[in-house]
RNA sequence: CCGGGCGUGGCGGAACUGGUAGACGCAAGGGACUUAAAAUCCCUCGACCAAAGGUCAUGCGGGUUCGAUUCCCGCCGCCCGGACCA
């Protein structure tokens, strides 16, 4: 017999599928469509093993809707914008669109040898002019519709790749990209109005059916609701500000009898007033901006204030009056940037207060507790209780005492943690803002018909800030309003943009305007999303935005405000590390393929024969040089086995470990199946009028197994899918060959095997089929259907306990009444020999589950 | 600190709405074939006691139930997300 050669028949079927253009999706209105979509990659050069399980996550997806006759789109593509192209071009004296295009081609080919189904025809890169031409319109339209606007703005601003990152790109007080720690700089940037549908991004995330919970969460706990009150104190008279008062937010507005200070913002306008008339302050103020900002300096940094010496008048009280401070925990983008403290009920407002020496009254008694013995020590008490030290609130809940004094001052007002999304970058590659500036006529938006704005090709990079600024001639244009000379915009766009409106793009790649909206009627929703869960906020988020940017700037309809309608979030690959120790004993990582290991689980050096600590699996990375590169295993292996086993063992929600031993496995199952199906398609049986027991049983097994199959891809639940074709090929290899009926039930196992087969391993699956003598390929072919009449057992074994506890068993035909398996349990001579001759209390049963006597 | 999730053999994991715990795979051990190896095939494989057969077992402790991996309460451990948001 001959072995299968992946080699061979994997790059013949790529040839067949391109060929037949089988996976090209153009509309058919009178077919459902499905349109399955994977995060598209950014081309660093390489597919790693991360997009090969999520890629082939989607194409089993989409392998099995298209089978099961659905128009299917699923589309390719390259999230190309981005600094690591200007740093590559850097580094190696190239241009970054060179440099990008040519890791597109490396990565498409590698993508193709996977044999993955998508239509090459809708690829495009977001650096494609052709592309962001449509996404500069669709600015210059939000730009219109009041989604856009610009201001100064405190921005994290990366020292090293000398940009600035949104919020979300600082992680741990870092830039997410170049690992330097953020500083605080003010600048006028360009911002997208988020925040504006902060309330309707929240209420319909409701909707999100098709959405983790986990995801729908994280979403909502980023958009931040709170519900509150904003009232002004009024400011005592003073020597030092003309300002009369203070506006605060709270959503304690039930401890105001609590208060003992108020605090603004170092950011305040009130900061900024006091600063050249009270000595000290601006030094403070000064300090402040200075603070670092990580978390973990966050959580440990002291609390800071500075009394300005003004004070405000309690709103209840005339004669109450409370000291301000100037404090460095206040934000200034945050409700108004001023607060009232309560020490006794919030912990941060009592650090300040025990530091600063201020009162600290409790205002809310736990029930159960003395109000006159009710005394905060070290921690302020923030559950629930009655009003107490609260003139007219007292003896009231919590609830009742924010009423009463809502209803009496203020505006009750709902604010979000969410910000509006700066997307200004001082870099070169990446989407131009398509306006000007002109001297005259200020802002002036580029003309449709001049778009695209264009990058210049010729660009120096070896020099910091941003290009596009220090580029000779680029910036210099003319007005569109006035005709006078003026200036180009040099900020591009964060890559967020490109990424959160691709999915609609793909629907009509090619169109003169960014969307078709009779292709966008056929083909939105995205009907599956797949990707990592670490997307899960920010693009998904942005994507929610920018879709209702474009319904209301009419390049989306109504219908396709979220885009997404079922979202899967899959684990990482990880790997095992290996490391040695230096002479201080830091560790040195190794690659997977510089270790040897034996099978007691030592591990060695190649190279030296030094011994090497076997650490645990974490996610590949090149930091841990934990990674196996793809292109190895379909060298070795071929394209199937490695999607063969991503998708066996773990759960696709989870991380799934690479390990040698699974990849030889996966390998091996599939020379199992080959040499199965090589003594199977020898043959060619009639299918014979009667079939035997064990024929029958077999037929039963594949039918199961079709039926089964179906269901777990439906629930993404595809380790189990394998499962389950793992036993029907052991079902297939332990029915002997011999008679034509057995002969006829084994073809036809072995046909479901190749055709439940291919979403996962469809190369592999088409040269399965076509040795069984079909001429069609499988791609080709109708998902198969479960005869039901095979699926019903007549006879059915049903558990016996006693107590709780299994004891037996008994073989019931499946109509059998209760009250007859009841009688057949009790007769059992195995069930009699528990029961001590005693009679049953009771006797539950279950049809078709069980039965349990109780004595 | 806040929010969420998870905890099952040596390992990855199954177990439908509360109904036979450990499917399937990996690893391991034994055997067959072979001059030998590879490849392949067969058997064993949670722990303990044992002759049949039983007892214990799903992180720990309780509870509900005829019956709990599944539901409830309290611990312990791990993972993820958020975090000066008033």
Redesign the pocket.
Known sequence: MERYDASVAEPKWQKVWEDRASFSAERDETRPKFYVLEMFPYPSGKIHMGHVRNYSLGDVMARYKRARGFNVLHPMGWDAFGMPAENAAMQNKTHPGKWTYANIDAMRAQLKAMGFSYDWNREFATCDPDYYAQQQALFLDMLEAGLVYRKNSVVNWDPVDQTVLA??QVIDGRGWRSGALVERRELNQWFFRISDMAEELLAAIDGLKGWP??VR??QA??I?R?E?LEFDFAIAPNDLTDAEKLTV????HDTLFGASFAAV?PDHPLAADLAGKVPGLAEFIAECRQ?D?T?AA??T?E?KGFDTGIEVVHPFDPDWRMPVYIA?????D????A?FGCPAH?Q?DLDFARKYGLSVVPVVCPEEQDPAAFEIGAEAYIGPGKLINSAFLDGRSIAEGKEAVADRIGTRKV?F?LRDWGVSRQRYWGCPIPVVHCDSCGIVPVRKSDLPVELPEDVTLDAPGNPLDRHPTWRETICPACGKSARRETDTMDTFADSSWYFARFTSPHAKTPTDLSDIDYWMNVDQYIGG??HA?LHLLYSRFWCRAMQRTGHLPESAIEPFDALFTQGMVTHETYCTRDSEGRPVWHAPDEVTIT?SREAALKTTGDAVEIGSSTKMSKSKRNVVDPETIVATYGADTARWFML????PE????W?A??V??AA??L??VW?LAQEIASTQPEKPAEFGDEAAGLRKATHRTIKGVGEDIEGF?F??A??RL??LS?AI??SAAGHDDLAYARHEAMEAMAQLMEPMVPHFAEEVWKLLGHETPLVETPWPVADETLLTESVL?L?V?V?????G?ISVPVEAAKDVIEEMALTDAGIQR?MDGKSPK?V?V?PG??V?V?I
Do not use: C
């Open positions: 919020n979300e919970d986990k969460l994280m706990n980023w931040g709170s509150g937010y709270t959503t304690r913002s603070m900002t978390e966050l959580e940094a609390k460095n925990f206040i934000l200034m945050y409700g108004t940037g607060i919030d941060r604010n943690r869960v670490e906020i099978e066996s063992d773990s759960p989870r991380d799934v470990e390990t031993a699974g030889e496995g091996r199952f020379q199992r040499r639940t380790n189990k394998v499962a793992y036993e052991n290899s332990k074994v558990p306990q107590n709780g506890k299994k004891r068993e528990f009771k539950i279950v589950r069980i349990n109780v």
